[in-house]
Nanobody, 119 residues
Framework: QVQLVESGGGLVQAGGSLRLSCAASGSISTFNAMGWYRQAPGKQREFVAGFTSGGTTGYAESVKGRFTISRDLVKNTVYLQMDSLKSEDTAVYYC?????????????WGQGTQVTVSS
């Protein structure tokens, strides 16, 4: 029943900005955590940014000071504002939502959106 729909990816020059959006099918307040991951070709998927239902945020060291995660509880949407983009930010970016029910953890993923940063 959970659906995550991502948008906002594209091609941008180094130093530019993009804003990614992740629209959820239900209230994002029902998730214990949400965030963004990325995966470059031939690389492992890595954590980029996220927050818990309590509002605690975290960022990968590589994006601290450049990326900002935010949420709109009315629109049920999570955003990733990406500034000062570098070529190494090129990857497919995935929205993730996690819900803990009893002893079980459920992870939901968006379809991914391509971000390409040119030199």
């Amino acid at each position: 029943q959970v659906q995550l729909v991502e948008s906002g990816g594209g091609l941008v020059q180094a130093g530019g900005s993009l804003r990614l959006s992740c629209a959820a099918s239900g209230s994002i307040s029902t998730f214990n955590a949400m965030g963004w991951y990325r995966q470059a070709p031939g690389k492992q998927r890595e954590f980029v940014a996220g927050f818990t239902s309590g509002g605690t945020t975290g960022y990968a060291e590589s994006v601290k000071g450049r990326f900002t995660i935010s949420r709109d509880l009315v629109k049920n949407t999570v955003y990733l504002q990406m500034d000062s983009l570098k070529s190494e930010d090129t990857a497919v970016y995935y929205c993730n939502a996690m819900r803990s029910v009893g002893d079980y953890r459920y992870d939901y993923w968006g379809q991914g959106t391509q971000v390409t940063v040119s030199s």
